[in-house]
């Protein structure tokens, strides 16, 4: 067999996902201690501000919301810049995300606290932004959930723009973490499988996932995950594409997996159903024809998945 290095289309499919917008130049080498706090002091820096998984919006001139505020601004609304961390450089200058205070109750009119999940699928910001928010949110919690040394105990502090902290007590570095989870399209045929979450909205039927656990590679989890959750074995597994996913700092890597077996044994305590599609049903819940199911939005990568699946040619 010929190995061909290359074999994917040219448009990479995670470039077409929710969360995969951004376009801030990281500048991971050049990342110094006082580097937010440089950034801070250039006026054309801007701020993304964020609390408690909602990111303030500015009412636009036109049509839309602005997520970006200036320092000046982002002052006047109580933003902490004291623990702003630097994402980076955009086409229009270094952009920041701080943490605020997001009740509606301390807030302008002009200015709305919105959870992340709406902003996403109502597109409320364009992709760009999307993308930053996505790297903000992940960064910001993840100093929120790391104050403290996991060795010593002792707080830790910032460094790096943000993109490490230091424990002084014992010199331990800690990096921000990103948590990998398998997402998978069970297929056989002209089929496929989907399940119900507990917690999904109603009708919805979307991939099955999981974390990817220490020691295991993407390939494993995702047969792991398949057979526990479903019953079913597979035999190939190959990736489609992935999904930054700032709930708080994962990234989704989305596969196909050959079902080898028919026989579907849910786990019931994960999920409420899970059973067989064919191309038929899932076209129809992607258009949103179906009378009563139908799948997870168009920015996901469930979404993007079960698409890719269902539009291709049928096996001949
Ligand atoms: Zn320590």
Same mark, same amino acid.
């Given at each position: 067999?010929?190995?061909?290095?290359f074999?994917?289309?040219?448009?990479e499919?995670s470039?077409?996902?929710?969360f995969?917008?951004?376009?801030?130049?990281?500048?991971?080498?050049?990342?110094?201690?006082?580097s937010?706090?440089?950034?801070?002091?250039?006026p054309?820096s801007?701020?993304?501000l964020?609390?408690?998984?909602?990111?303030?919006?500015?009412?636009?001139?036109?049509?839309?919301a602005?997520?970006?505020f200036?320092?000046?601004?982002?002052?006047?609304?109580?933003?902490?810049?004291?623990?702003?961390v630097?994402l980076?450089?955009?086409?229009d200058g270094?952009?920041?995300?701080?943490?605020?205070?997001?009740?509606e109750?301390?807030?302008?009119?002009?200015?709305?606290?919105?959870?992340?999940?709406?902003?996403?699928?109502?597109?409320?910001i364009?992709?760009?932004a999307?993308?930053s928010?996505?790297?903000?949110?992940?960064?910001?919690?993840?100093?929120?959930?790391?104050?403290?040394?996991?060795?010593c105990?002792?707080?830790?502090e910032?460094?790096a723009?943000?993109y490490?902290?230091l424990?002084?007590?014992?010199?331990?570095?800690?990096?921000?973490?990103?948590?990998?989870v398998?997402i998978?399209?069970?297929?056989?045929?002209d089929?496929c499988?989907?399940g119900?979450?507990?917690?999904?909205?109603?009708?919805?039927?979307? #991939? *099955?996932a999981g974390? &990817? $656990?220490?020691?295991?590679t993407?390939?494993?989890?995702? /047969?792991r995950?398949?057979l526990e =959750?479903?019953?079913?074995?597979?035999g190939r597994?190959?990736?489609?594409?992935?999904?930054?996913w700032p709930?708080?700092?994962?990234?989704?890597?989305?596969?196909?997996?050959e #079902? *080898?077996?028919?026989? &579907? $044994?849910?786990?019931l305590?994960?999920?409420?159903?899970? /059973?067989?599609?064919?191309r038929? =049903?899932v076209?129809?819940?992607?258009?949103?024809?179906?009378?009563?199911?139908?799948?997870?939005?168009?920015?996901?990568?469930?979404?993007?998945?079960?698409?890719?699946?269902?539009?291709?040619?049928?096996?001949?």
């Amino acid at each position: 067999m010929t190995f061909r290095l290359f074999d994917a289309p040219q448009a990479e499919p995670s470039r077409f996902v929710g969360f995969a917008g951004n376009i801030i130049d990281r500048q991971s080498e050049k990342r110094e201690d006082d580097s937010a706090e440089k950034a801070l002091a250039d006026p054309s820096s801007r701020l993304m501000l964020m609390g408690s998984g909602r990111i303030l919006l500015k009412a636009g001139d036109d049509a839309g919301a602005s997520s970006y505020f200036g320092v000046q601004e982002a002052r006047a609304l109580g933003a902490d810049l004291a623990n702003a961390v630097l994402l980076g450089t955009a086409p229009d200058g270094p952009v920041l995300a701080a943490p605020v205070a997001t009740d509606e109750a301390g807030l302008p009119q002009t200015v709305k606290a919105m959870e992340y999940r709406p902003v996403y699928m109502q597109g409320l910001i364009d992709a760009t932004a999307l993308g930053s928010l996505a790297q903000g949110a992940s960064l910001l919690a993840w100093h929120a959930n790391h104050r403290f040394c996991g060795k010593c105990g002792q707080p830790t502090e910032m460094r790096a723009g943000g993109y490490k902290r230091l424990c002084t007590a014992c010199r331990t570095e800690h990096f921000p973490r990103t948590d990998p989870v398998a997402i998978m399209l069970s297929v056989q045929r002209d089929r496929c499988v989907l399940g119900r979450g507990r917690h999904f909205a109603p009708g919805v039927y979307s #991939a *099955l996932a999981g974390f &990817i $656990e220490p020691g295991e590679t993407i390939e494993a989890a995702v /047969r792991r995950e398949t057979l526990e =959750e479903a019953g079913i074995r597979l035999g190939r597994v190959v990736y489609h594409a992935s999904q930054p996913w700032p709930f708080p700092y994962s990234l989704m890597i989305g596969c196909f997996g050959e #079902a *080898l077996n028919d026989e &579907i $044994e849910a786990d019931l305590a994960e999920l409420e159903d899970c /059973r067989w599609f064919d191309r038929a =049903e899932v076209l129809s819940m992607l258009e949103r024809t179906h009378p009563t199911l139908m799948v997870p939005p168009h920015g996901s990568i469930a979404h993007h998945l079960i698409r890719a699946w269902a539009e291709a040619a049928p096996p001949a």
